[in-house]
């Protein structure tokens, strides 16, 4: 199974989780040869790559320390090394157009949560907490994030965030929505 695929910012390359034999791990595709590489080979489940906005290094969620945390590792792969050191579950890790932040869905308490901390992992900033906030997308000013909020026995919706964390809203969208994602800047 292929999964979580996201662009480089020059576009020539996608990286994805792919699951073999119970394994899964972070690969990429060059687009122009089709040449595939395997970026991480670890005993654990490592998914949702996002590259950096210069390309050269990719952010991760991963639970090879026993639960999911964040990982940043070489864009070439290697050696990872893990930045999220709170307490409780790190996924869905997503690098800002900026590259000042890294967002991220925390679980903690029963609740969830999205936050923001620097790419070495320093700063962490909670702007969120609700019963299901997951799968932030940052605007392409870098300063706003979109993720999807669900009510206990509810619809999932759309909200918005700025990353000081006090303007918090739901999307102008009247139905339910899901695992939103920004467009680039429109010229």
């Known amino acids: 199974m292929t999964f979580a695929p996201r662009f480089a910012p020059d576009g020539r390359t996608v990286v994805y989780s792919l699951e073999r034999g119970g394994n899964t791990d972070i690969y990429a595709l060059d687009i122009g040869s089709g040449q595939v590489r395997q970026l991480t080979n670890a005993p654990s489940i490592e998914t949702a790559p996002s590259f950096s906005p210069d390309g ?28 999220s050191n709170g307490k409780g579950r790190y996924g869905t890790p997503v690098w800002s157009p900026r590259g000042d932040m890294i967002a991220f869905t925390k679980q903690n308490g029963g609740q969830f949560h999205i936050g923001v901390m620097k790419p ?67 010229d």
């Open 56 to 83: 050269s290094q990719i952010v991760f969620e991963s639970d090879r320390s026993g639960n999911q945390q964040i990982y940043v590792m070489s864009a070439g792969g290697g050696e990872a090394r893990r930045i």
């Open 120 to 186: 070495d992992g320093t700063d962490e900033r909670i702007l969120t907490s609700s019963y299901l906030d997951e799968g932030p997308t940052w605007a392409p000013n870098g300063r706003v994030l979109m993720f999807s909020r669900e009510a206990q026995g509810g619809a999932s919706r759309l909200w918005t965030v700025d990353i000081s964390g006090r303007n918090i809203r739901p999307a102008p969208y009247a139905s339910s929505a899901s695992d939103p994602a920004w467009s680039p800047l429109l």
